[in-house]
């Protein structure tokens, strides 16, 4: 079973930064990407970026290109979601998420809120 647990989620200013965090517990076998998602208010749930398991090569959806950074410390089992310069549409439930293989991204976490007031 992978179970992953979020956290470093809050409200902040515009302009402001945070940085999530999701350890990640569980096999590692066939484990390629790491995800970060988030979902608004009335949304559906949008990709953010990822970063490869291995490699850790990291690619990311336009909107946030240049302001957040995902990165990884596998000797924690953990993935980070640096965000910086923050905007009040980055309003949203973030999520981890794990794929493995040709399955895609089937574990996910709780989720935790981030709110950028204006």
């Known amino acids: 079973q992978v179970q992953l647990v979020e956290s470093g989620g809050g409200l902040v200013q515009a302009g402001g930064s945070l940085r999530l965090s999701c350890v990640v517990s569980?096999?590692?076998?066939?484990?390629?990407?790491m995800g970060w998602f988030r979902q608004a208010p009335g949304k559906e749930r949008e990709f953010v970026g990822r970063?490869?398991?291995?490699?850790?090569?990291?690619y990311y959806t336009d909107s946030v290109k240049g302001r957040f950074t995902i990165s990884r410390d596998n000797a924690k089992n953990t993935v980070y979601l640096q965000m910086n310069s923050l905007k009040p549409e980055d309003t949203a439930v973030y999520y981890c998420a794990a794929s493995y293989g040709s399955q895609g991204y089937i574990y996910w976490g709780q989720g935790t809120q981030v709110t950028v007031s204006s």
């Open positions: 970063i490869t398991w291995s490699g850790g090569n990291t």
């Open positions: 569980g096999r590692t076998f066939n484990r390629n990407y």
